[in-house]
Nanobody, 126 residues
Framework: VQLQASGGGLVQAGDSLRLSCAAS????????MGWFRQASGKEREFVAA????????YYADSLKGRFTISRDNAKNTVYLQMNSLKPEDTAVYYCAATFYSGNDYYISRASRYYYWGQGTQVTVSS
């Protein structure tokens, strides 16, 4: 499956952005879809994920309440709505796909994701 992330850009603190991740090659419906981000000089970190059931979601504790992940399997697309953006949200955002292992522990582990998009840059100015 090929993943294409889009929607990034330069915004001011307090603004909102919605990232999209469109898939081609296979339907996304069977996959857990995740968003990760990597700031310059830092390790890639988990942002959010959504299960194949389109309902069960997971978030990094620090981002709960500001970020919302959703998916539209009919459009083969996953979204990340980001509100009240802060300069520390500046990073390259990646979408990724994996299969649910039955253990939620692995949802936030980047190493467990098989497919990755190319990333989209989000820059938040103060």
């Amino acid at each position: 499956v090929q993943l294409q992330a889009s929607g990034g850009g330069l915004v001011q603190a307090g603004d909102s952005l919605r990232l999209s991740c469109a898939a081609s090659g296979r339907t996304l419906s069977a996959y857990v879809m995740g968003w990760f981000r990597q700031a310059s000089g830092k390790e890639r970190e988990f942002v959010a994920a959504i299960r194949d059931d389109e309902i069960t979601t997971y978030y990094a504790d620090s981002l709960k309440g500001r970020f919302t992940i959703s998916r539209d399997n009919a459009k083969n697309t996953v979204y990340l709505q980001m509100n009240s953006l802060k300069p520390e949200d500046t990073a390259v955002y990646y979408c990724a796909a994996t299969f649910y292992s039955g253990n939620d522990y692995y949802i936030s582990r980047a190493s467990r994701y098989y497919y990755w998009g190319q990333g989209t840059q989000v820059t938040v100015s103060s």
